[in-house]
């Protein structure tokens, strides 16, 4: 186990009611306890969030970086329904 370091810490009533709370149900063994706990979870957090973060970035760079021609939403609902009339032709043929 890492060497502690004691540090004085500032909570609110509530947060300081939650601690005590913590301890007195058996939860954890002491207010240290609960604190350390806290920040492992806050560290996670964090780090899922970096993570998060990193694959958004990715992704938007991999749009950015993406030689595909940019179409408008004009264009777009034109091809769909230039799709949809060829397949519902198709459709058609063959049910007949």
Do not use: C
Request: glycine share 2%.
């Amino acid at each position: 186990m890492e060497s502690a370091e004691k540090l004085s810490v500032t909570v609110t009533p509530a947060m300081a009611r939650m601690i005590r709370e913590k301890v007195e149900d058996g939860s954890f063994g002491s207010a240290s306890e609960v604190i350390r706990a806290a920040l492992r979870a806050f560290q996670r957090e964090e780090e899922e969030h970096a993570e998060r973060l990193a694959s958004i970035r990715a992704r938007v760079k991999a749009s950015i970086e993406d030689t595909r021609p940019n179409l408008s939403a004009e264009e777009v609902r034109e091809r769909l329904r230039k799709f949809a009339d060829q397949h519902s032709s198709r459709a058609d043929d063959s049910a007949a």
